[in-house]
């Protein structure tokens, strides 16, 4: 099976994981950029996207190293994401569906050399 399959899936299985906390939680979907935090959130992503894209040139070409730095760039992305949700969505529970995704992901990742 090709890469562009597996990535076909992951992101059907992701939508779905989604709808499915979504109505277990009973939680609506609520964004940051309706809030004050919208730009804390821009300026965020784009400060972490940028450090992470100008140290991807250090980072060997062993592929589990690759790997690593991918995940670690998940977590913090995502911790970041979980942080402004906590604080600009207060009654909210959706940082509870962020945490559950990305525990999801990261293992899905970290086990993608099987599905390959």
């Not at 940051?32 to 996207?49: E, H, L, M, S």
């Not at 949700?85 to 909210?92: Q, T």
Request: some cysteine.
């Amino acid at each position: 099976m090709g890469i562009v399959w597996i990535f076909i899936i992951f992101i059907g299985f992701s939508l779905f994981i989604d709808k499915f906390l979504r109505k277990w939680f009973g939680v609506d979907k609520k964004k940051i950029a309706d809030t004050p935090g919208k730009k804390v959130d821009r300026w965020g992503r784009a400060i972490i996207a940028s450090i992470y894209l100008c140290t991807f040139s250090f980072v060997t070409e062993d592929p589990y190293v690759m790997k690593l730095y991918l995940m670690s760039f998940l977590i913090v992305l995502t911790g970041f994401q979980l942080f402004l949700e906590w604080k600009y969505l207060k009654n909210a529970k959706e940082h509870v569906i962020t945490i559950v995704q990305l525990l999801l992901a990261l293992v899905i990742m970290y086990n993608v050399d099987y599905f390959i």
